[in-house]
C-alpha cells in the first residue's frame, strides 16, 4: 500500500479479501495459481486433474523461488534476460555465450546507473 494513500483502510481489505482462503479457492478453480499453502493441498481443488499434474510442482518451485529485486534497474534486466535467452533457445548464441553476455550487460546496466 502506498505511504501516501488516501485509502489505506480500503486497501488491506481488499489484500485481505484477496489472500484469503475462500477467494484464493474461488480464484483457483477459475483456474488461477494459488498463493496460499492452503489452497495447494485444499481436497475440492485436487479434484481437478490439472491442479494434481500441475500444484505439486508448482508448490516446490514457489518454495525455492525468489522475488525479483526492486531496484529501478530491473526493467531493463529482464529485457536482458529475455533477448540472450532467446538467442540461446535459437541457437544463435550457445548457452555459455549467452549467460555471459547477461553478465556482462548487467555489468555495464549497474555501471550507467552508477551501482559499480
Not at 35 to 49: G, H, M, Q, Y
Not at 87 to 99: D, I, K, R, V, Y
Amino acid at each position: 500500500i502506498p505511504a501516501d494513500s488516501r485509502k489505506k483502510e480500503a486497501a488491506w481489505e481488499v489484500i485481505k479479501w484477496l489472500l484469503s482462503k475462500q477467494t484464493q479457492k474461488i480464484l483457483a478453480v477459475e483456474g488461477f495459481a494459488p498463493i496460499r499453502e492452503s489452497t495447494f493441498v485444499d481436497e475440492d481443488i485436487l479434484a481437478d486433474p490439472f491442479a494434481q499434474k500441475v500444484y505439486p510442482g508448482l508448490m516446490r518451485s514457489l518454495e525455492v523461488s525468489k522475488a525479483r529485486p526492486r531496484i529501478p534497474e530491473w526493467p531493463e534486466m529482464t529485457e536482458v534476460i529475455t533477448l540472450r535467452l532467446h538467442q540461446a533457445l535459437s541457437g544463435e548464441l550457445t548457452n555459455e555465450a549467452a549467460l555471459r553476455l547477461i553478465q556482462s550487460d548487467w555489468e555495464r546496466i549497474f555501471r550507467e546507473s552508477g551501482r559499480y
